[in-house]
């Protein structure tokens, strides 16, 4: 395929900046990257239109060559249109230059493995340091702008691989002493060594003569790889000297630095900072947040060498040069800033903060520098937004809101002026003026008197309900403020109904010391005042946010006499809302009647349904039942009907969910009393549940059907009774009984869970017989025992028996059937199978090992039971 | 202290989407950085289209603020900085300096090197200021001189080279992109060793040095007894120096008379070396007292080659230039005004222009003026509800002129009748614009004695002073 013509390429461009992700999953994106990089060497195309093509590659290596091997090639073609360029001027070369460390540093190639970076390295720091490259790289009127990008490129390099230029240093120190660009050149320095401190630190190392090694590799030598190694597992933030932010972590104070290295750190330090005059301001900036950063922490290199820089940068409007010093007072605090410094730096800020000459967001960012000011003792806790100490009052003149401002420069200042009235507070106690809460006071009745104006942009409302609850969060312990805020705003509600969306909002995240008193002035407000018919709806969406339990009649008569009114299904549903509400605040008898008259007389039968259902919930379920089922609902507004959306909000409530066992049960030892056998079940609470009830049901229905258990109350930890569960066996055979559990969680909603089938095994079911009076039991046996045959059968077998002897043995799994003993050898056992079989054993002249056992019972299905429940015996020991 | 991604967007109220990204641009390597220092808080800068979308929906530049709107409108979403957090897929992009000026809204995505949850104070991180200078920078460029929409166009097409110079990976090189467009055109010229990096090149020629010096005031009249009327100078020092030598010394001083008014809040340009503590002090903030620093303010400096503000400053004169008094008496469908106009004995008395101008807000269109003014002239704008009084060159020799008149207003009958929250009913006010020549209102000036130059040549000094007036 022949090169692509300028017009196509401008248009395909176009289509891939306006959407990258649409274009490469076109029929065209795959090759793109392949494209541009074979048109960018023909001779068709011209130097502008290959211009853009690389400009495209400079935004988006990752969707051109998505993975490092592509990433690496690419590099690689790049460098090679490089070279291949004629030595004629050419606007390409800078971009190139640029192109191919954008590919190599965002794909992820740059390594000691990539050929593509084994050529790029060498070829940027040539260019760089101004060896003579050849002709192959341009005329001499070039060499300058490309000198400049090589910098630009190798700093770039080494803030994504720490490191990378560690071995440098020196040969960096002693480019900038001589002639060459000394703004890309300090910047690279400073960040080379801030990184090579880092990492050596990390290391736990000394600077090892990095500072004064003059050798770096060139061409011909490999590059040094070593501390790019070692800095690569941790990126390091190239600005975080801000104590608080970065929690700590500075790292450098492990760093050991011989007297002669801290010498010429602090020489290498002098240097950079004495020529940052000669940067640009935003330049001089990035070079102070890391030469910051680089000495903070470490030992015996005291911060003073910035002093002489800071009355300059002190003086200027510039944000970046002002931010810089904030952040160098962060780092150093008072070892480099008295409390005197710390009053100008104050001064400045605060008069940068309202100087007519700079821009407002400018404004914006200095106030918000002055809350969150490094202050050298700060009294708050940190990370809270505090008006620093020495900003009296009297500094803070100027920055008082008013309501010419802009909506966000009046809610900085008066994010201020609050944290002042808190102070002023404190004063007042003392008995010095007030005046910051009555400006204050003034500045909240003017937004309230704008945020009435009808027909007004929402703006201006919303900035009133925001300053209110500003206010009401900084000032919520002073009921003198609380007051007046809340009657102003009743008066707003008076004044524009429609504003009722921003009361409910603010309601909803204002804390009780400002949401009860304006609860109450608002309900008041609305069932005072009938309203016109255009606020109606505005009234009962109010109400729906602020009726409770409080003043029911009043609600009630108000609601009686607006259900007149709502004619519109939109005005019918506000009205039931409102209901809701009171029904959820446990509103009884007026309420039942009020929603039977709307059950009969609204218009619209969705809302007559509603009215009912609301009705029948009020008349069956219990307060709190209630109150959960009518909780906020997640369920989005269904469009056809309300009761659809209310039926979601139910479902969750109302219905019986699935849900893991609150407890655990497990079968106890078997009690052998009675009329019938009783499985005694322990229970072990896991969550804690209210009126529990287990339902059982016996598999294959050997037993009748088990009656349901019910529990009050279960806590986790309190101990409980055992439960005791009659069988009803309709044959004498073990079972499984399937286990549901229904119960009532503490949040109110209704639960079922399924717990794990509990097994009756065959022993569980004896019974003894009555026992005989002494002297007959033999003869009662020997009935027994005849009585058996013919209906039935009898057996022999051998019974193992385990070290214990017969004796053990009976005692523990026969004891409360034996008739007739004669220990240690010879037993005879009846036992009672319900519901109406026997068994009968006899245990005689037992040996060593075992026990012949002879056994008769009514029951032939029994048999192959009983030989399990035998042989069993010795196994359980 | 890098930027992930820069955007110029045009806003267009009334259009489908209210706007259009007319310029963007996004720095992959640094993109790579945020995802390694954000990790898990790592969101991805958007695309242009979901970008706008919510970058408008945000600074509450769409049409439809009819209804009460949760995201945007609860009282609980307050910003008081110009950053902001975007809604984007589901996720929070974070933090966007963002700011709307003349019609074109910049915005750009700093880099924050550590986690962003929890967020880190904004005054940590060192790219929001980095962000702040190049929209400034940007903004700066495309209104230096800028006239018309297609000077606007020819901007915004350079704008893409210039970025490459002043910005190539993100992290701002400078933020005066015309010196970058500059040092393109300088390319070709060797620089010495001691060359500053914001001076693109050297001068050859005569030396010459100018310096202008322009007051605005910026007064405030109530005549009321609860509210203190205000009036405030700001002035600015502009220079251009025409000087041989890479690193020429230059030290300009400002002076005032006697009985001038001392200068306050003072800011100065980078290039200054350094600064008199009293410069550094001499604040609005403190209350005025004859012990205030008067002068003379030195600034030692090495000037860049372009034009640039020397400093800016703001004063305290004792009385306010011109003294007005506007009154607005509402009777049915007509307005009765009267506006008297005292210029100050102490003010040059000459004017390049001076009018007043009396807008009317949230009222129908001016049907009928009948008016008297004792000079100068009035002219009606009677779909703008404005009335402008022309006063002229000169005041009389009373110093002292009225107009009396009543408004007729018809309907109010389209959304284009001025509205304004705050000249409701009888609220109103009146404006005076005026420019006096080479006058200063606080005696601030600067003669052939106040440039010291540290050069060969003795170079031709000019110096002008401009004083303009806004008075409301």
């Not at chain 1, 010095?432 to 009745?445: H, I, K, N, V």
């Not at chain 1, 009114?565 to 009020?594: F, I, K, N, P, S």
């Not at chain 2, 003014?373 to 009389?396: A, D, N, T, Y």
């Amino acid at each position: 395929m022949g090169p692509t013509s300028r017009e196509t390429w401008a248009q395909r461009l176009g289509t891939f900046r306006a959407s990258p992700s649409a274009f490469m999953a076109g029929p065209e994106g795959e090759d793109l990257g392949r494209h541009l990089l074979s048109d960018l060497r023909s001779e068709k195309l011209s130097e502008p239109t290959k211009v853009s093509l690389l400009a495209l590659s400079l935004e988006y290596p990752a969707q051109l060559w998505p993975d490092a091997p592509a990433a690496e090639a690419a590099a690689t073609s790049l460098l090679d249109t490089l070279v291949l360029l004629p030595p004629r001027p050419s606007a390409l070369r800078r971009p190139l230059l640029l192109a191919a460390t954008t590919a190599l540093a965002a794909g992820g190639a740059l390594g000691p493995t990539s050929g593509a970076s084994r050529r790029l390295l060498p070829l940027l720091l040539g260019l760089a340091s101004g060896r003579d490259l050849g002709r192959s790289f341009g005329p001499a009127s070039e060499q300058r702008p490309l000198q400049a990008t090589a910098w630009e490129c190798l700093r770039e390099l080494e803030s994504c691989k720490p490191g990378l230029l560690g071995g440098c240093l020196g040969l960096l120190r002693g480019l900038l002493g001589q002639e060459g660009p000394v703004q890309p050149l300090s910047l690279l320095l400073a960040l080379a060594l801030r990184n090579a401190l880092v990492i050596q630190a990390r290391a736990r190392l000394g600077l090892q003569g990095l500072l004064v090694a003059g050798d770096c590799p060139t061409e011909g030598g490999s590059w040094n790889w070593m501390l790019a190694e070692e800095g690569d597992a941790h990126l390091q933030p190239q600005a975080p000297s801000w104590p608080a932010a970065e929690g700590g972590e500075c790292c450098l104070a492990t760093l050991e630095l011989s007297p002669e290295e801290a010498r010429e750190l602090r020489a290498a330090v002098a240097q950079l900072l004495d020529a940052s005059y000669l940067l640009t301001p935003v330049a001089q900036a990035q070079l102070l947040w890391l030469l910051g950063w680089a000495l903070r922490g470490l030992r015996g290199q005291p911060p003073v060498l910035f002093k002489p820089q800071l009355v300059r940068l002190l003086g200027t409007a510039q944000l970046t040069l002002l931010h810089a010093v904030l952040a160098l007072k962060a780092a150093f605090g008072e070892a480099l800033f008295t409390a005197q410094d710390e009053a100008l730096l104050l001064r400045r800020l605060t008069l940068a903060a309202q100087h007519p000459a700079l821009p407002l967001p400018a404004h914006l960012f200095y106030l918000h520098c002055l809350l969150n000011f490094p202050e050298n003792w700060p009294l708050g806790p940190a990370g809270e937004e505090a008006a620093p100490l020495l900003l009296g009052s009297q500094l803070c003149r100027g920055l008082l809101p008013s309501l010419l401002h802009d909506p966000m420069d009046l809610l900085a200042r008066l994010h201020l002026l609050c944290l002042l009235c808190v102070e002023d507070e404190e004063k007042e106690k003392k008995g010095q003026d007030q005046s910051p809460r009555r400006y204050l006071e003034e500045l909240l009745a003017g937004l309230r008197q704008r945020a009435a104006l009808g027909g007004g942009p929402r703006a201006l409302a919303t900035l009133c309900f925001q300053a209110s609850y500003l206010v009401a969060r900084c000032l919520a312990g002073q009921p003198a403020v609380l007051t007046p805020l809340t009657h102003g705003l009743a008066q707003l509600y008076r004044a524009r109904p429609a504003l009722a969306p921003h009361f409910v909002d603010l309601l909803d995240r204002v804390g009780p010391e400002l949401g009860e008193p304006l609860k109450v002035v608002l309900r008041q407000e609305v069932v005072s005042r009938p309203g016109r018919d255009e606020a109606l709806r505005w009234h009962l969406q109010m109400l729906a946010r602020v009726a409770d339990g409080d003043a029911q009649s009043a609600t009630l008569g108000f609601l009686q006499a607006a259900a007149a009114r709502c004619t519109d299904w939109g005005l019918q549903q506000a009205l039931l809302q409102v209901c809701r509400a009171l029904l959820r605040a446990g509103v009884g008898g007026g309420l039942a009647d009020l929603l039977q008259a709307l059950a009969r007389q609204l218009e619209d039968p969705d809302g007559r349904d509603h009215a009912r259902l609301y009705y029948i919930l009020l008349a069956h379920l219990e307060e709190p039942k209630l109150g959960v089922a009518l909780g906020p609902s997640l369920a989005a507004p269904a469009l056809a009907s309300s009761l659809v959306a209310e039926n979601q909000g139910f479902a969750a409530a109302l219905m019986v969910q699935e849900a893991p066992a609150p407890i655990r049960l497990s079968v106890g030892p078997h009690r052998a009393k009675g009329p019938a056998p009783v499985l005694q079940l322990q229970v072990e609470v896991l969550e804690q549940v209210y009126s529990l009830e287990l339902r059982f049901r016996v598999e294959r229905q050997l037993y009748a059907p088990l009656g349901a258990v019910h529990m009050p109350c279960l806590c986790p930890g309190r101990p409980i009774r055992p439960l005791l569960l009659p069988l009803q066996p309709r044959r004498p055979a073990p079972a499984s009984l399937a286990v549901r559990a229904l119960y009532t969680t503490p949040s109110g909603l209704t639960c079922h869970a399924h717990l794990p089938p509990l097994l009756v095994n065959f022993a569980d079911l004896f019974l003894p017989f009555p026992q005989p009076p002494e002297g007959a039991k033999l003869g009662f046996f020997e009935e027994l025992w005849d009585s058996c045959l013919p209906k039935g059968t009898e057996s022999r077998l051998w019974c193992p028996l385990g070290s214990h002897g017969l004796e053990a043995l009976v005692s523990r799994h026969l004891e409360p059937f034996v008739v007739v003993a004669q220990p240690p050898t010879s037993y005879l056992i009846a036992i009672r199978l319900p519901p109406d079989s026997r068994l009968l054993l006899r245990l005689e002249a037992a040996q060593a090992d075992g026990v012949p056992v002879a056994l008769r019972t009514d029951d032939w299905a029994v048999l192959p039971l009983v030989g399990d429940y035998l042989r069993g015996l010795s196994a359980a020991g | 202290m890098a930027q992930r991604a820069v955007w110029l967007i045009s806003h267009e109220p009334g259009t489908p989407l209210c706007g259009t990204v007319r310029f963007s641009r996004r720095y992959p390597t640094v993109e790579k950085r945020a995802k390694v220092f954000n990790g898990a808080s790592y969101v991805p800068v958007p695309e242009d289209g979901p970008f706008l979308k919510a970058l408008l929906f945000e600074l509450r530049l769409l049409d439809d603020d009819k209804d009460f709107s949760e995201s945007r409108d609860s009282c609980s979403h307050i910003n008081k900085t110009s950053i902001y957090a975007l809604p984007v897929g589901g996720e929070e992009l974070w933090p966007v300096v963002a700011f709307l000026k003349n019609g074109m809204i910049y915005a750009c995505v700093p880099l924050v090197e550590q986690t962003l949850s929890p967020r880190p104070p904004l005054i940590s991180i060192s790219g929001i200021s980095q962000g702040f200078e190049l929209l400034f920078g940007v903004q700066g460029f495309l209104y230096s001189g800028q006239k018309n929409d297609s000077e606007l166009n020819t901007k915004l097409i350079q704008l893409p080279d210039l970025l490459l110079q002043a910005c190539p990976f993100g992290t701002l090189l400078d933020a005066n992109l015309q010196n970058s467009l500059d040092s393109i055109n300088f390319a070709s010229v060797t620089h010495p060793q001691k060359q500053p990096t914001w001076k693109a090149g050297t001068y050859k020629g005569k030396p010459q040095v100018s310096i202008s010096i322009t007051e605005k005031v910026k007064s405030m009249q109530y005549d009321k007894q609860d509210i203190a009327d205000t009036w405030q100078v700001i002035g600015v020092v502009t220079c251009k120096c025409d000087l041989e030598g890479s690193m020429p010394n230059v030290t300009i001083s400002l002076s005032l008379p006697t009985n001038g008014s001392p200068l306050q809040d003072i800011l100065v340009h980078p290039c200054v070396t350094s600064l008199d503590s009293a410069v550094l002090t001499s604040s609005s903030i403190d209350a005025a007292d004859d012990s205030a620093f008067s002068g003379p303010y030195k600034f030692p400096l090495t000037p860049p080659l372009e034009s640039f503000n020397l400093c800016y400053y703001t004063s305290q004169v004792p009385v306010p230039p011109i003294l007005g008094f506007y009154q607005v008496k509402e009777e049915e469908v007509q307005l009765k005004i009267t506006v008297n106009l005292k210029l100050h004995e102490s003010v040059k008395n000459s004017f390049e222009f001076c009018e007043a101008h009396i807008p009317f807000y949230n009222r129908g269109p001016v049907t009928h003026v009948e008016y008297k003014v004792s000079f100068g002239q009035l002219e009606v704008f009677r779909e703008k509800s404005l009335l402008i009084w022309i006063i002229g060159q000169k005041f009389p020799k009373s110093m002292e002129i009225s107009l009396s008149g009543t408004v007729t207003f018809g309907a109010k009958s389209h959304e284009k009748q001025p509205f304004d929250q705050i000249c409701i009913g009888g609220t109103a006010y009146l404006k005076l614009h005026f420019r006096i020549l080479d006058y200063t209102l606080t005696g601030c000036y600067a003669d052939q004695h106040s440039v010291q130059v540290f050069a060969s040549g003795k170079p031709k000094i000019s110096t002008c002073k401009l004083y303009r007036f806004k008075l409301t």
